[in-house]
DNA sequence: GACCAGATTGTCT
DNA sequence: GACAATCTGGTCA
């Protein structure tokens, strides 16, 4: 994606980042997939955002320049990984929620331990696992080489769902999940 | 398909 | 010391 992608509106790019590539290439090999679903973490209005009360030593990299990774750990096992969006300092991001798998599917299987194409990206914490994603690419830019947003499909808007997010307690009513409707790989309809 | 418990650890209060 | 932007495998239907 063109950097200037990523220093806009957030929401508009959870939206708009539906149908586009996320491509990493590992030592052990490369894996990628189309996003199907996303969901936009805001600032000081959004208190299921990390950023919500505040910079941090964990969600630094949220206040950092956006078009970077955001990845943590949760529930003592799982990482998520995030796009920073806006402006410097706005703490804002998008939390890549789904994949449809197309690239080194294989290995994906491997890292997953599951042949089941459905299983292997169909939630944050799987499309972390299934593209070898850990807290080794936190900050990293998603221009890179080994790490990085492709344009591919436009999604009609027409096409996208909007709901509620999940997982979360703190402003679980404001609409910020997207994904493309009647897809098969997103997390849950 | 729906519901539920257990896993497991970094981060913040 | 509590909790977490989740997943899996179990039970029951």
């Given at each position: 994606m063109p950097p200037d992608f990523f220093n806009a509106d957030t929401v508009s790019i959870a939206r708009s980042l539906l149908g586009q590539l996320l491509i990493h290439q590992s030592a052990d090999g490369l894996a990628a997939g189309r996003i199907v679903e996303t969901e936009a973490y805001l600032s000081v209005s959004d208190l299921a955002s990390h950023s919500a009360s505040g910079q941090t030593k964990r969600n630094a990299v949220m206040f950092g320049p956006p078009g970077h990774a955001y990845i943590?750990?949760?529930?003592?096992?799982?990482?998520?990984?995030?796009?920073?969006?806006?402006?410097?300092?706005?703490?804002?991001?998008?939390?890549?929620?789904?994949?449809?798998?197309?690239?080194?599917?294989?290995?994906?299987?491997?890292?997953?331990?599951?042949?089941?194409?459905?299983?292997?990206?169909?939630?944050?914490?799987?499309?972390?696992?299934?593209?070898?994603?850990?807290?080794?690419?936190?900050?990293?830019?998603?221009?890179?080489?080994?790490?990085?947003?492709?344009?591919?499909?436009?999604?009609?808007?027409?096409?996208?769902?909007?709901?509620?997010?999940?997982?979360?307690?703190?402003?679980?009513?404001?609409?910020l999940r997207f994904y493309i409707k009647n897809n098969l790989f997103v997390s849950k309809p």
């Open positions: 943590y750990f949760t529930y003592g096992m799982h990482w998520l990984l995030n796009v920073v969006t806006g402006p410097v300092g706005a703490g804002e991001a998008v939390l890549i929620r789904a994949l449809e798998p197309l690239s080194g599917v294989g290995l994906m299987q491997q890292r997953r331990r599951t042949a089941n194409p459905k299983l292997l990206c169909s939630g944050p914490a799987k499309l972390t696992q299934a593209l070898g994603i850990t807290s080794d690419q936190n900050g990293a830019s998603l221009t890179s080489e080994n790490l990085r947003l492709e344009p591919a499909t436009s999604i009609p808007g027409n096409q996208v769902i909007a709901t509620t997010r999940i997982g979360i307690a703190r402003s679980a009513d404001l609409p």
